[in-house]
């Protein structure tokens, strides 16, 4: 992706003094609690309704997919990782969306992965993430642990959490896309393909009217987790994403820092769909992992993934319910 990125330093500075405030508040906060306690049971037993996701298990995909090595469009460990994410959702209803990529390195053939999960509501939530890795022109040694694994790892855990339940809101669309990097330089017509080729079908078939959000998770496992509030995106949707964040007591790692950044929602964003990009491009000191073949597990956590795991689900939840 392409971002035009900044420290959101107003937002940092009154974080900062809140937090001096509450301390000084501490004394008056405990007191209040003791008096409240059956109230926060309560709110206790609310939360253990609230599905988490299973981020060992997140981590360990990720892991497997670095483990193939690069990933790029053409590659057989591109094939082999179409069939890893394939076998992973034996049971599932599975759409391929196959298509042939005209790209300034020649002819390509791309494949998008979707997985549903149908709902009681009217209308659909999507996630989705890459699973390629940049083109081996621009880079070389590059395994891209956090960009193209931890998309791919995350949507797989995101199946185990909807399979075989009884979906009481919107139907769930998983989609792997494909070809999100550039071949070789990001441009408007070197980038995104796969997302691209589905934004355009999704138009001519009816799908984009029926989607409610959109949300792409893209480098979402670093260690020092950082999203990015990305200003290429609905507002009210990044809002209620802060707002399940606060929910679960995440904010810390969200939208410190804002900026417009280009990924795979730019297509169905140009095309009036409601869209959040969840991506940390704070990846090691500024930013120096990304695209590098220091691009690592070693570089990443699974509490990175439970955090966004955790905080959209809990978005799905809020979105149920609007
Ligand atoms: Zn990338």
Redesign the pocket.
């Known amino acids: 992706?392409k971002n035009v990125l900044r420290k959101y330093v107003s937002g940092r500075v009154i974080a900062m003094s809140h937090f001096c405030f509450v301390q000084s508040k501490l004394f008056v906060v405990l007191l209040a609690s003791l008096a409240t306690g059956i109230a926060c049971s309560a709110v206790t037993q609310e939360k253990e309704s609230i599905s988490h996701i299973d981020s060992k298990r997140a981590f360990e995909y990720a892991r497997e997919v670095t483990a193939l090595g690069p990933r790029y469009v053409g590659s057989d460990n591109h094939k082999k990782l179409e069939r890893y994410i394939v076998d992973h959702l034996k049971g599932d209803q599975v759409e391929d969306d196959a298509f042939t990529a005209n790209t300034v390195e020649g002819k390509f053939p791309m494949r998008n992965i979707i997985a549903k999960f149908p709902g009681s509501k009217d209308g659909i939530i999507v996630l989705l993430g890459h699973y390629d890795t940049?083109y081996p022109l621009r880079n070389s040694g590059f395994v891209g642990a956090n960009?193209?694994g931890s998309s791919t790892g995350i949507l797989l855990e995101y199946a185990n959490q909807f399979r075989g339940k009884k979906r009481q809101g919107y139907s769930i669309w998983l989609v792997w896309t494909d070809g999100?990097?550039a071949m070789r330089h990001w441009s408007d017509t070197d980038s995104v393909y796969g997302a691209r080729h589905l934004a355009e079908k999704w138009e001519k078939d009816g799908t984009l009217k029926k989607i409610k959000a959109l949300m792409v998770m893209d480098m979402i496992a670093d260690a020092d987790l950082d999203i990015a509030r990305n200003t290429k995106g609905a507002a009210w949707l990044l809002d209620l994403i802060y707002n399940a964040a606060q929910r679960e007591g995440y904010q810390s790692h969200f939208f410190t820092q804002q900026g417009a950044i280009e990924d795979d929602h730019v297509p169905f964003f140009d095309r009036g769909v409601p869209c959040a990009d969840i991506i940390d491009l704070d990846y090691g000191y500024n930013n120096v992992f990304?695209?590098s073949p220091q691009d690592t597990m070693d570089k990443l956590s699974p509490k990175s993934m439970q955090i966004v795991g955790d905080t959209i689900m809990e978005s799905i939840q809020m979105l149920d319910q609007r």
């Open positions: 992706m940049v960009d193209g999100e990097e990304w695209h």
